[in-house]
């Protein structure tokens, strides 16, 4: 069965440094979504896209993080620079086309910042 | 925007007894329901869906009630199994789920063997 991969799994880093984080979503998938969840709290939407498009940024703080899927397949997820309040999951989701709504959940990268 | 409430935030039942998890949402413009369980450390994994055409649907011991009026919708588990234990987590979203989902604030639920 194919699933959203993601890379790394574990990051830890230190504040006012850059991290980036990789996605990779099923094939076939046009939408991709960037969720960030915090310990013991529901997933929080960061970006969408749709192929090469974003469609939806407006809760991610840009002065900061910034997110890319130039070929509208694998995406990043860039955050410069850490801040310690960043430490937390960053979950990517995608599905497949308009009416299917599934929304299916790559593993995680696991991001703590010290 | 959108709000979703989920409760309880803890849920302990015996195995074999039901679970029920319940949410209410905001913004009647929602039209798709999910619900995903998540495993200590592992991904959300979707286990049923609703969409607002719909008042019930049933996946065995895995069912999800739909009430658009009141804007509140509910998640019962028949027969639990220690492998029931997680966080359940509830969503809502628009344009059949095309749209970003709005969870809830989730349930740990912990079947007590």
């Known amino acids: 069965e194919a699933e959203v991969a993601q890379s790394p799994r574990y990051k830890i880093t230190e504040k006012s440094q850059a991290v980036a984080f990789w996605c990779d979503p099923i094939?076939?998938?046009?939408?991709l979504y960037w969720y960030r969840q915090i310990l013991g709290q529901g997933p929080e939407l960061l970006v969408q896209f749709q192929d090469e498009s974003v469609v939806d940024d407006s809760q991610l703080p840009k002065d900061r993080f910034s997110a890319e899927r130039l070929k509208g397949v694998d995406s990043t997820l860039k955050i410069q620079p850490a801040e310690l309040g960043d430490s937390a999951m960053y979950l990517c989701?995608?599905?497949?086309?308009?009416?299917?709504?599934?929304?299916?959940f790559g593993p995680g990268t696991r991001l703590t910042v010290t | 925007g959108e709000n979703v409430e989920q409760h309880p935030s803890t849920l302990s039942v015996q195995e074999g007894d039901s679970a029920v998890i319940k949410c209410t949402y905001s913004?009647?413009?929602?039209?798709?329901f999910p619900w995903y369980k998540q495993e200590l450390g592992k991904r959300p994994q979707l286990i049923i869906d609703?969409?607002?055409?719909?008042g019930e649907k049933k996946d065995q011991r895995i069912a999800v009630t739909l009430n658009k009026t009141a804007k509140h919708f509910s998640l019962h588990i028949t027969e639990t199994q220690p492998e029931d234990s997680a966080v359940y987590f509830c969503?809502?979203?628009?344009?059949?789920?095309?749209?970003?989902?709005?969870f809830g604030t989730g349930t740990r639920l912990t079947i007590i063997p």
């Open positions: 609703i969409r607002s055409n719909v």
């Open positions: 094939s076939g998938h046009a939408t």
């Open positions: 913004d009647s413009a929602s039209n798709y």
């Open positions: 969503a809502a979203s628009m344009n059949f789920g095309n749209e970003k989902l709005t």
């Open positions: 989701a995608s599905s497949l086309a308009q009416r299917q709504g599934e929304q299916y």
